[in-house]
C-alpha cells in the first residue's frame, strides 16, 4: 500500500520547463516523460511561465537562460519577489552564463551541453 501512495505522490508532481529552443524542449519533454514519473508542462517564454505559475503548483523549475522576452534569472527574481509564489526548487540551464553569475540565489545551475543522466540525478534528489 505504500508503494502505491509512493507512487501516486511521485506521478502527481509537476515540473515546468521554460526552454524557448523548439527541439532542445522537444528533446526534453520525451526524455522526462519516458524517464520520469512526473508530469512535465513546456513553456516557451518567462511571461508565459509567470502566467502558468499563477495558475498550477509546480514542484520543479527547469530554466533556460536565455529566454526571448527577459532572462531565466530575471524571471528567477520575479517569481520570488511575488507574495503568493511559493518557492520550489530550480534548475538554471546555459551554455553562456558563469556559474558565480547566478550569484546566491537558491538555485541549481547546470551548463549546457549537459549529460541527461545527471539531470535526472538532479531532478530525483531535487523532488524526493
Same mark, same amino acid.
Given at each position: 500500500?505504500?508503494?502505491?501512495?509512493?507512487?501516486?505522490?511521485?506521478?502527481?508532481?509537476?515540473?515546468?520547463?521554460?526552454?524557448?529552443?523548439?527541439?532542445?524542449?522537444?528533446?526534453?519533454?520525451?526524455?522526462?516523460?519516458?524517464?520520469?514519473?512526473?508530469?512535465?508542462?513546456?513553456?516557451?517564454?518567462?511571461?508565459?511561465?509567470?502566467?502558468?505559475?499563477?495558475?498550477?503548483?509546480? /514542484?520543479?523549475?527547469? %530554466?533556460?537562460?536565455? @529566454?526571448?522576452?527577459?532572462?531565466?534569472?530575471?524571471?528567477?527574481? +520575479? !517569481?520570488?519577489? =511575488?507574495?503568493?509564489?511559493?518557492?520550489?526548487?530550480?534548475?538554471?540551464?546555459?551554455?553562456?552564463?558563469?556559474?558565480?553569475? /547566478?550569484?546566491?540565489? %537558491?538555485?541549481?545551475? @547546470?551548463?549546457?551541453?549537459?549529460?541527461?543522466?545527471?539531470?535526472? +540525478? !538532479?531532478?530525483? =534528489?531535487?523532488?524526493?
Amino acid at each position: 500500500m505504500k508503494r502505491i501512495r509512493a507512487a501516486k505522490e511521485l506521478s502527481s508532481k509537476l515540473i515546468v520547463l521554460v526552454e524557448d529552443d523548439d527541439l532542445m524542449a522537444g528533446w526534453l519533454v520525451d526524455a522526462l516523460k519516458e524517464e520520469t514519473p512526473y508530469h512535465i508542462i513546456r513553456v516557451a517564454t518567462a511571461r508565459q511561465a509567470l502566467h502558468l505559475l499563477c495558475q498550477v503548483h509546480a /514542484h520543479l523549475l527547469l %530554466l533556460d537562460f536565455r @529566454l526571448p522576452d527577459m532572462t531565466g534569472i530575471e524571471l528567477f527574481d +520575479q !517569481l520570488r519577489s =511575488r507574495n503568493t509564489f511559493q518557492p520550489m526548487p530550480t534548475i538554471l540551464t546555459s551554455a553562456s552564463l558563469l556559474k558565480q553569475e /547566478h550569484g546566491d540565489r %537558491l538555485l541549481t545551475y @547546470l551548463e549546457k551541453p549537459f549529460d541527461f543522466d545527471e539531470l535526472l +540525478q !538532479l531532478i530525483e =534528489r531535487m523532488l524526493s
